[in-house]
T-cell receptor, first 111, second 114 residues
Framework: EDQVTQSPEALRLQEGESSSLNCSYT??????LFWYRQDPGKGPEFLFT???AGEEKEKERLKATLTKKESFLHITAPKPEDSATYLC????????????FGKGTRLSVIA | EPEVTQTPSHQVTQMGQEVILRCVPI?????FYWYRQILGQKVEFLVS????????KSEIFDDQFSVERPDGSNFTLKIRSTKLEDSAMYFC????????????FGPGTRLTVL
């Protein structure tokens, strides 16, 4: 069974304190790993897609990386507006299959 | 920027009633999805839809659920006889038909079954 595990469940950072969120996965054949941001009561907002080990994507203070077993979302010098739940999801072998989501990491950035 | 829209934002219904949740996917997208998220839990896949038919569905998507694309823009999820446990956020998503494609999510409909 495909599994996606995110850690930590919650993370509290001071503004400017960089850190990383982890997403480990066990899937039959990875066809894409996706990072989303979700604000309370809202839909997931697409951030990044990663397809193969070694790939990296960056957007503002966020950088996503991928290995064969896990992905990291690095947050550099976070600001309070980066506070949200960050979701990792994978799509497996069959092309346009559904996404399998992790439970997310709830990030709080304190000014 | 194109976005997925959903209506209503909040639906309250009595147990046993039928509800229809509506979505307008991004206009050039060809694959459509419904997901749900029970409060405090992970986002769960319900159904995917392509070329006017269901392409995949989860165990959650039983005979009480149905989907339809009644016209060129709307995509609906119907729950025939709601149960208390159907209370959740329901998200519609859409994606372009390419080999590797991101799914873009709508803002969700919060369904409350009393």
């Amino acid at each position: 069974e495909d599994q996606v595990t995110q850690s930590p469940e919650a993370l509290r950072l001071q503004e400017g304190e960089s850190s990383s969120l982890n997403c480990s996965y066990t899937v039959s054949g990875l066809r894409g790993l996706f990072w989303y941001r979700q604000d309370p009561g809202k839909g997931p907002e697409f951030l990044f897609t990663l397809y193969s080990a070694g790939e990296e994507k960056e957007k503002e203070r966020l950088k996503a990386t991928l290995t064969k077993k896990e992905s990291f979302l690095h947050i550099t010098a976070p600001k309070p507006e980066d506070s949200a739940t960050y979701l990792c999801a994978v799509r497996t072998n069959s092309g346009n299959t559904p996404l399998v989501f992790g439970k997310g990491t709830r990030l709080s950035v304190i000014a | 920027e194109p976005e997925v829209t959903q209506t209503p934002s909040h639906q309250v219904t009595q147990m046993g009633q039928e509800v229809i949740l509506r979505c307008v996917p991004i206009s050039n997208h060809l694959y459509f999805y419904w997901y749900r998220q029970i409060l405090g839990q992970k986002v769960e896949f319900l159904v995917s839809f392509y070329n006017n038919e269901i392409s995949e569905k989860s165990e959650i998507f039983d005979d009480q659920f149905s989907v339809e694309r009644p016209d060129g823009s709307n995509f609906t999820l119907k729950i025939r006889s709601t149960k208390l446990e159907d209370s959740a956020m329901y998200f519609c998503a859409s994606s372009e038909l390419t080999e590797f494609n991101e799914q873009f999510f709508g803002p969700g409909t919060r369904l409350t079954v009393l």
